[in-house]
Nanobody, 119 residues
């Protein structure tokens, strides 16, 4: 059973930065990729970025492209989401997730961390 723990959320002014981390523990961790999602009240969870575990190839949705950057530390089983130029519309609960294979569902989820961007 993989356990994911997110850290790094908080309150920041618009234009500021935050770095989220997601650490995995449990059985031998070797996912296909890890991803970040976010959710605001009354809306569905939104995919925002992912990074492959072996090659480190990253992909982002347009709304965060150029502002958010993913990185990973395989030795620490940790992925990082650097968020710059934050906007009030980035306010959400952010979740990390992992999946074992490219075509499988994301089956391990963290508990979420709140990010609030004030205007």
């Amino acid at each position: 059973q993989v356990q994911l723990v997110e850290l790094g959320g908080g309150l920041v002014q618009a234009g500021g930065s935050l770095r989220l981390s997601c650490a995995a523990s449990g059985r031998t961790f070797s996912p296909y990729d890890m991803a970040w999602f976010r959710q605001t009240p009354g809306k569905e969870r939104e995919f925002i970025a992912r990074i492959t575990w072996s090659g480190g190839s990253a992909a982002y949705v347009d709304s965060v492209k150029g502002r958010f950057t993913l990185s990973r530390d395989n030795a620490k089983n940790t992925v990082y989401l650097q968020m710059n130029s934050l906007k009030p519309e980035d306010t959400a609960v952010y979740y990390c997730a992992s999946r074992p294979q490219r075509l499988s569902d994301y089956d391990s989820w963290g508990q979420g961390t709140q990010v609030t961007v004030s205007s």
